[in-house]
Structure formats: C-alpha cells, structure tokens
C-alpha cells in the first residue's frame, strides 16, 4: 500500500520510537506499507533532524537519513493539486499522496487532518493519525498478507 508519512511521524518511527508507529514501521519493513517521498519532503526530513531540540549526533543524523532513503520510494515533484491545505509547509504531504495516488497519509499535523473529510472524497485518500482504526486494522491485513507471501 502506498502511503505518505508527514515529518512528525517519521521522527515518532526514527527518533522516539513512539509505540503508536510501531505498526507502521513493521509494515515497512515487512514491505506491506511503501512509504512515497519527494526531494521536498527528503529536505524537510533533513532539515528537521539538524534542530538542536532534538539533540541528535552526527551520527543518529546520518542513520536518520540512511533509514528515510532507505524505505523511501522516491517520486518526482508532484504538481499542485486541487485539494489545498491551509498550512502551505504542508502542501507537499497532500500533492504527493495525491499524484501518486497514495491510500493514506499519516499525520499528527491538524492542517492535514483538517483535509481527510475532502480527500477521501475527492481522491480516495485516508489523511489518518497513526493509531487510526481503519489504517490499524490495513496494517494488521498487509501484515498478513506479507508473512503469507514471505512464507510460499
């Protein structure tokens, strides 16, 4: 399943280890879950880790990094659509779910969330939070899903 995740919830995946990501990160990992990215979203990425708040070395920098490109599939800059968020550092997350027709974007950011109700509707796109029910219980499918395959 193609899915965005916003900067926060990478940061929940890679800096906190915040449990409520935990599922996402397994469905990455397991290849369940494709996590899409842009050169604008891998710059806000790198952008963010830098901030002295999050008091990260060099060296949790660059394994910040290795791990976003690593699970990132990477897509060009998707043009502007029509769906538009009021916080326009966001606008990024929605063009990408948007272009790629992404099934989710996952996000703790209430400017996105604030879209959900629109997206869905205009394109088929969940703008959940990460411990949503609906994207818990894809998460808990694709998770089965992969093990099946990984096991043929």
């Known amino acids: 399943m193609k899915t965005v ?13 915040e449990p409520t990501v935990a599922p996402i990160a397994r469905s990455v990992e397991s290849g369940a879950l494709t996590p899409l990215g842009s050169d604008e979203t891998r710059a ?3 952008d963010v880790i830098v901030r002295p ?10 394994a910040a990094a290795a791990t976003w490109d690593r699970w990132v599939r990477r897509c060009a800059r998707a ?23 992404a099934a989710w974007l996952v996000t703790r950011d209430k400017a996105l969330l604030a879209l959900a109700r629109r997206a869905d509707r205009a394109h088929a796109l969940s703008i959940v939070r990460p411990e949503a029910a609906a994207l818990q219980v ?9 093990t099946r395959r990984a096991n043929l």
Do not use: H
Request: aromatic share 10%; with cysteine.
């Open 5 to 17: 995740l916003d900067t926060n919830i990478w940061l929940d995946w890679l800096v906190f280890a």
């Open 44 to 46: 806000e990425w790198l």
């Open 53 to 62: 708040v999050f008091r990260l070395d060099d060296a949790a920098r660059a």
């Open 79 to 101: 043009p502007t659509c029509t769906l538009a968020c009021r916080d326009r550092d966001d606008q990024k997350f929605v063009d990408l779910a948007v272009a790629e027709r």
């Open 138 to 146: 894809a998460l808990s499918v694709g998770q089965g899903l992969s």
